[in-house]
C-alpha cells in the first residue's frame, strides 16, 4: 500500500524447497527475509527486527525451541511474534511450543491459505499492539511525545552521550504570553496555536535520533543528540523564526503582534561530573533567563 511499510516476515526453515515456497507466499503482501538455520535467524531477527518469524522445528544446528529460547532471552527479540512450522505433530509437541511462548502452531504439510490467514491475524495483533504502545507515548493535543515518552529517551540518551563523550543538547520552549492569548481568543484558538507551534518543531527534528515533546501546559522540550551548542542553537533560532513566520495574530501580547516563542537550553560536557536532572535544570534556568530578558529570544548554557 502506498505510504504505508509493509511488515517483515522472516521464514527460518533449513530446507530450501520450504523457505521459497512460504517466501513466494508472503512476497505479494510482506517483505519476506530467509534464513536456513538457527544462527542466521538469531542474527537477522536482532538485525531487521521482523514482526513475525515463521520457524521450522526441526533443523541440524539449532532446533526451533533453542532458537524461540534466545529470542526471548534478548531484549532486542523478545516481542517478536513466531510461528513453529513443523512435522512434529503430536499434541505434546504442540504444546511445547506454545508453553514455550510461540505465537501459533502449524503442522506440515501445511496448506497456504491457513498459512496466510494465521499469519494475517497474527500481524494484524502486532499492528494493533504497536498502536496501543504508540498512543501511550503520544500527546493527544499535540501529536507529539508524550512526557512520559521524553523521559524514556532523555535518559537512555544522556547515558550513551556520557559513554560515546558525544554532545547532547536539551532545548526548552515556551509560548510567550500564552495565557493572554487563552484569555483574548478562547481555549480552543489556543489548543489550535498550540498545535501549529507543535508541527513547526517536529518539522524542526530532521535527524532520525531528534526528540520533540510535550511537557507540560504550553512548554515544548527538545532533545538533541549529538549536536553542540552552535548547531543546537542554530536549530532552535531556525524554529523560533518558524513560529513567527506562521503570522498568528496575537494582539494581547506585549512581545510582539503575532505569537512567538521563548528558548532555554544547555549542552552536555561528557568531561564533566553531570546528572540528567542538572541538564534539565539548567536548559530550564536559561529559558527563565529568556523570559526575563525580554522574551521572543534564547538563552543558552554550553555546559553545566
Excluded at 49 to 70: C, F, H
Aim: aromatic share 4%.
Amino acid at each position: 500500500m502506498i505510504g504505508v511499510e509493509m511488515q517483515k516476515v522472516l521464514v527460518a526453515d533449513d530446507d530450501a524447497v520450504n523457505r521459497d515456497v512460504l517466501g513466494e507466499l508472503m512476497k505479494p503482501e510482506y517483505t519476506v527475509l530467509l534464513a536456513k538455520n538457527g544462527a542466521q535467524t538469531l542474527e537477522r531477527a536482532a538485525r531487521h527486527q521482523p514482526d513475525l518469524i515463521l520457524l521450522d522445528v526441526l533443523m541440524p544446528d539449532m532446533d526451533g525451541y533453542e532458537v524461540l529460547r534466545r529470542l526471548r532471552a534478548d531484549p532486542a527479540t523478545e516481542h517478536i511474534a513466531v510461528i513453529f512450522i513443523s512435522g512434529l505433530d503430536r499434541p505434546e509437541d504442540e504444546a511445547t511450543g506454545l508453553k514455550m511462548g510461540a505465537a501459533d502452531y502449524i503442522t506440515k504439510p501445511f496448506n497456504q491459505t491457513v498459512v496466510m490467514a494465521r499469519v494475517a491475524l497474527h500481524l494484524q495483533v502486532v499492528r494493533q499492539r504497536r498502536m496501543l504502545e504508540r498512543l501511550a507515548n503520544v500527546d493527544g493535543l499535540t501529536e507529539l511525545a508524550n512526557r512520559r515518552r521524553f523521559d524514556e529517551v532523555y535518559e537512555m540518551e544522556y547515558q550513551r552521550a556520557r559513554r560515546s563523550g558525544r554532545p547532547l543538547s536539551l532545548a526548552m520552549l515556551d509560548i510567550d504570553a500564552f495565557k493572554q492569548y487563552n484569555d483574548r481568543y478562547g481555549h480552543p484558538a489556543g489548543d489550535r496555536a498550540l498545535r501549529s507551534v507543535a508541527r513547526a518543531a517536529a518539522k524542526a527534528m530532521r535527524r532520525p535520533g531528534d526528540l520533540a515533546a510535550r511537557y507540560g501546559g504550553e512548554e515544548i522540550v527538545l532533545l538533541l543528540p549529538e549536536t553542540d551548542a552552535v548547531d543546537a542553537g542554530e536549530v532552535v533560532a531556525q524554529l523560533r523564526a518558524s513560529v513567527a513566520a506562521l503570522g498568528i495574530a496575537h494582539e494581547a501580547s506585549h512581545v510582539a503582534p503575532v505569537l512567538t516563542v521563548s528558548a532555554g537550553g544547555a549542552t552536555l560536557d561528557p568531561g564533566k561530573p553531570e546528572s540528567p536532572a542538572a541538564l534539565f535544570e539548567a536548559a530550564d534556568a536559561a529559558l527563565y533567563r529568556a523570559k526575563q530578558a525580554g522574551r521572543n529570544r534564547t538563552s543558552w548554557c554550553a555546559t553545566r
